[in-house]
């Protein structure tokens, strides 16, 4: 079955840039959402189609998607950011990576 | 705007089917996919499966032999079968919109419910 790869932790300073990768056999033929996941609340869709930002979402949060590996990138950083980050993609069905934690310090 | 509730028995035992509805309101099903997703605590997202609003439907493959996801776009609704539960399948469940692409492929999870807990547990 298909796999999506993150690394379980990420860390970054305020004001900087994150950038989350998830990798994944041929995942640049495929589209990529990512969803941030804030404790206890209900994940949210950030990205979609690899690097489109649903209604709503800061213009930091952006998407890329070549190869073998997809990758969020958080510019500037701020604190509310600090959540868990899952991506996504359909290979017969939906697959979810193993989500990271981003942690803003 | 659109919302989706989650309802259903919060505990349900060991070898019996766990059964959860999960109610539109503010918007049409037609057009969309609708899924289900769980979340173990303290673990990942896992997709359950979907239907479209006209009732084709798709499953993870460890799960389709035990799971049913049924529409009743009359009600605004869709529901979710899992047979024959174990510890295992204790979670949080989460039903979402699917929205779709122009081809009609599914395309992304852009509504949420607030999540139901169940336990299975004698």
């Known amino acids: 079955s298909y796999e999506l790869t993150q690394p379980p932790s990420v860390s970054v300073s305020p004001g900087q840039t994150a950038s989350i990768i998830c990798s994944g056999d041929?995942?640049?033929?495929?589209?990529v959402c990512w969803y941030q996941q804030k404790p206890g609340q209900s994940p949210v869709l950030v990205i979609y189609?690899?690097?489109k930002r649903p209604s709503g979402i800061p213009e930091r949060f952006s998407g890329s998607n070549s190869g073998n590996t997809a990758t969020l990138t958080i510019s500037g950083t701020q604190a509310m950011d600090e959540a868990d980050y899952y991506c996504q993609a359909w290979d017969s069905s939906w697959v979810f990576g193993g989500g990271t934690k981003l942690t803003v310090l | 705007q659109v919302q989706l509730q989650e309802s259903g028995p919060g505990l349900v035992k060991p070898s019996e089917t766990l059964s959860l509805t999960c109610t539109v309101s503010?918007?049409?099903?037609?057009?969309?996919?609708w899924s289900w997703i769980r979340q173990p605590p303290g673990k990942g997202l896992q997709y359950i499966g979907q239907?479209?609003?006209?009732?084709?439907?798709n499953y993870y493959p460890s799960l389709k032999s035990r799971v049913t996801i049924s529409v009743d776009t009359s009600k605004n609704q869709f529901s979710l079968q899992l047979r024959s539960v174990t510890a295992a399948d204790t979670a949080v469940f989460y039903c979402?919109?699917?929205?779709?692409?122009?081809?009609?492929?599914?395309?992304?999870?852009?509504?949420w419910g607030q999540g139901t807990m169940v336990t299975v547990s004698s």
């Open positions: 979402a919109r699917v929205t779709s692409r122009d081809s009609g492929l599914a395309d992304a999870f852009d509504i």
């Open positions: 189609q690899d690097s």
């Open positions: 041929n995942l640049g033929n495929k589209y």
């Open positions: 239907i479209y609003y006209s009732g084709s439907t």
């Open positions: 503010g918007g049409s099903m037609t057009n969309f996919y």
